[in-house]
């Protein structure tokens, strides 16, 4: 079976009806197609875990071009359907380029689900789905991990990814030498601290769009700590995301600074006042998801100081 790109127009008429997307710009159709790919391993799969013995029922797919198989979801009478879909695709190596195709691991077409893709929303990393109803993504798709999720009138959003549930990052307040503002983390090495991390008793809708600074070694050798903040949720129109993997391909984005990537004419200190200062010029490369993309480094700006854009209304 094949999925044409043309068949999401509803789902994006849907995302431009309701919620927080009603003042945004209905997004350009996606290219593409996907067609079942029954060779696909997507069975035996919980929160991440392939040995956990339980098939899950999922249907894999194989896609081209910018289309995937969730983006056929809509909107009946406000309740959203969709299916609910993990990449399972590696992301590029350093400076790779996107691959021609990707590979998926879905909940089945005729069981939608009451979530549905949300292909503008604002992630640090991963895809959103706006749900509504008391099941997080991963319940009904055990190949995805979600962060916390985010009310938002009736619905509720999350940022998913494909990946096991985190190894566990310590959130460790005054314990590290982060500037006033920063919330220190100690994280296995290869680990970044993700919104499962918190506790029950956080404020979960406050920590839902945190942004980590480049770590620096920690005294064990097999960790890392990281100093955090929590900026204001990017506007609509904003084009700068976080992106923790240009570091390295950025002069001088050395410990306890902050990576980003930006798409359109803004920049960082622009969409993520009033926290940010950016004074190097960009260098071109490619985003952490593999696109062509402005990658800039920023500090940190303590409470009260203000941002480096300038534009910030606190200021």
Known sequence: MMIHGSRSLALFGALVAFGSLAGCTTPSQP???CEVNSALSCGAILAGDPDAGVDPGLVGYSCNGEYRPDLIAKYNQGVPQGQICADMTPPPADGGAPPETRDYCCTPETQATRCAYNPVAVCPEGYGYQCQGPNRPEVLNTAVTCGNGVREGEYINYCCHHQGRPTGCTQAKGAYDCTGGLIGWVCPEGARPRGEDFGANESRADYYYFVCGVPTPAPNPLYSTY??????????????????????????????????ACYGRDTPDMDYFPR???????????????????????????PGVGSGAGTDPNE
Do not use: M, W
């Not at 949720?233 to 002069?251: K, R």
């Open 31 to 33: 290219s593409g197609s």
């Open 227 to 260: 100093c955090c903040f929590t900026p204001s949720p990017v506007l609509p129109g904003g084009s700068c995301v976080y992106s923790p993997g240009s570091a390295p391909h950025i002069p001088n984005c050395t410990a306890g600074r902050f990576a980003f």
């Open 276 to 302: 940010i200062k950016c004074t190097e010029a960009p260098v071109s490369g490619l985003s952490d998801d593999g696109y062509t993309a402005q990658l800039y480094c920023c500090d940190y700006v303590p």
